[in-house]
């Protein structure tokens, strides 16, 4: 290296620039004097009054009209029965819909269960805790909810009491207030489990119940989803909210296959 370009190196580390090296031509500019820090430790992107949002969340817009009454539903029920097929977004939409709350401030804690209901296989014993026994089951749950939160955040909420995945059948007995309830795959729960899971709610609650009454792992006539949503259905303030063929949101076979199988 010369002592000319030695020179102009130490000038430069020292913030002693030579005006010649600023040509127009030239791809290198000088700071302003604003977007130069005081203790001269170097050169930040942000802005002064630091006004940025740097906070990133999917929005949740419904992709059909079906998923817009559900979401509407949802919003001025605090019991809500989402019927229909596989792929209409119904865990999807009440999953985000209890996040968005939790976020907001206007719910304490989700509760999220699901019947641990073998479709149509045996599984044997699996090791683990109680946990790690319904991990299985429970895995579209935390597939929902880690698509809304990272999962980081996700086990922070979870150890700390704000998010609980608990199954059916350790729901008696219990009064869920300040809560937002999730009940998924509820086509696979008897009508008394229904009738018991129902009646959990409690102040300032919102549940939400999703199942395809058509698509049941229980014996024919076990599954009591179909005849308590039709005794619901008369009650004024409880929504429900029937999905169709066309408010499936996964690949179009899908709803090609739900119309002939």
């Not at 030695?6 to 020292?14: D, L, S, T």
């Not at 006004?51 to 079906?66: E, F, I, M």
């Not at 790690?132 to 597939?143: G, S």
């Not at 009064?175 to 009646?199: G, P, R, S």
């Amino acid at each position: 290296m010369t002592k000319r370009a030695a020179i102009k190196r130490q000038a430069r580390e020292h913030g002693i620039l030579d005006s010649r090296d600023f040509m127009e031509e030239s791809k290198v500019r000088r700071l302003h004097a604003h977007e130069q820090r005081a203790d001269r430790g170097g050169w930040s992107p942000y802005p002064s009054n630091d006004d940025r949002d740097q906070a990133y969340l999917k929005t949740l817009k419904p992709k059909s009209d079906g998923q817009a009454e559900l979401m509407t539903a949802i919003d001025h029920h605090n019991l809500v029965m989402a019927l229909g097929p596989a792929g209409t977004g119904k865990t999807y939409l009440a999953v985000a819909k209890a996040v968005e709350a939790l976020e907001a401030g206007k719910v304490g804690r989700i509760v999220l269960s699901r019947p641990a209901v073998e479709a149509g296989e045996s599984i044997g014993f699996l090791p683990g805790d109680m946990e790690d026994k319904l991990a299985p089951y429970l895995r579209p749950l935390y597939d929902a909810l880690s698509d809304r939160l990272s999962m980081k955040r996700v086990k922070a909420l979870m150890a700390e009491g704000l998010i609980e995945i608990a199954p059916i059948g350790y729901m008696r007995g219990r009064t869920l207030n300040n809560a937002f309830i999730v009940v998924d795959e509820a086509q696979n729960c008897t009508y008394v489990q229904l009738k018991m899971l129902l009646t959990r709610l409690g102040w300032h609650s919102t549940m939400v119940v999703t199942g395809d009454p058509h698509q049941s792992d229980l014996l024919p006539g076990v599954s009591g989803l179909a005849d308590i949503s039709a005794r619901l259905e008369a009650v004024d303030d409880i929504a429900v909210v029937r999905l169709a063929e066309r408010d499936i949101v996964r690949h179009p076979l899908v709803a090609s296959m739900i119309g002939v199988l």
